[in-house]
T-cell receptor
Framework: GQNIDQPTEMTATEGAIVQINCTYQ??????LFWYQQHAGEAPTFLSY??LDGLEEKGRFSSFLSRSKGYSYLLLKELQMKDSASYLC???????????WGLGTSLAVNP | DGGITQSPKYLFRKEGQNVTLSCEQN?????MYWYRQDPGQGLRLIYY???????QKGDIAEGYSVSREKKESFPLTVTSAQKNPTAFYLC???????????????FGPGTRLTVT
């Protein structure tokens, strides 16, 4: 079957670093997306990884290991506005859809 | 500006009534999607369309219907057969080609439907 797992909730402190993990099992895997969703709003695109390794974009980085079916999103210098849900989604090329995880709710405390 | 619009933002209906949610995009994207999100939950795919005049059922299509007569528009009808229609509905679109990144999805602001 096709499945994505990520932790339900995480808590971190302002200014700190947090790593949100995502493991996936999909057939025809062709890329991994991370989205951010604030409460009551639509998800917004953060990153895309298709090759193994780390992609850095300012305070946010995303890592992919295709052999392990594993990705993580790294958030540095946390700010209060980073409190949101972070969704992991895999692109399974054989059915041309995104397979979504349930999201990780991150609370950033002062 | 290019983007996706959904209207209205909040919608209230009585049980037993059909209701149609609108979704329009001017991004020239081929693929469009409808998701449902319940409190504290992830996104569940209702229907998707990869090209005009064609659409496929997602994971929770029962009680919903769609049409794709124009590239820009993908309306969703929530019928009275949907047992628990109160939810946050999100429409998305993607280019639908060009490898994995071509499936990056751009979301509309969502419609919060309440049925009583």
């Amino acid at each position: 079957g096709q499945n994505i797992d990520q932790p339900t909730e995480m808590t971190a402190t302002e200014g700190a670093i947090v790593q949100i993990n995502c493991t996936y099992q999909t057939s025809g895997f062709n890329g991994l997306f991370w989205y951010q969703q604030h409460a009551g709003e639509a998800p917004t695109f953060l990153s895309y990884n298709v090759l193994d390794g780390l992609e850095e974009k300012g305070r946010f980085s995303s890592f992919l290991s295709r052999s392990k079916g594993y990705s993580y999103l790294l958030l540095k210098e946390l700010q209060m506005k980073d409190s949101a849900s972070y969704l992991c989604a895999a692109y399974a090329g054989n059915n041309r859809k995104l397979i979504w995880g349930l999201g990780t709710s991150l609370a950033v405390n002062p | 500006d290019g983007g996706i619009t959904q209207s209205p933002k909040y919608l209230f209906r009585k049980e037993g009534q059909n209701v149609t949610l609108s979704c329009e995009q001017n991004l020239n994207h081929d693929a469009m999607y409808w998701y449902r999100q319940d409190p504290g939950q992830g996104l569940r795919l209702i229907y998707y369309s990869q090209i005009v005049n064609d659409f496929q059922k997602g994971d929770i299509a029962e009680g919903y219907s769609v049409s794709r007569e124009k590239k820009e528009s993908f309306p969703l009808t929530v019928t009275s057969a949907q047992k628990n229609p109160t939810a946050f509905y999100l429409c998305a679109s993607s280019p639908g080609a060009g490898g994995g990144l071509g499936y990056e999805q751009y979301f509309g602001p969502g419609t919060r439907l309440t049925v009583t």
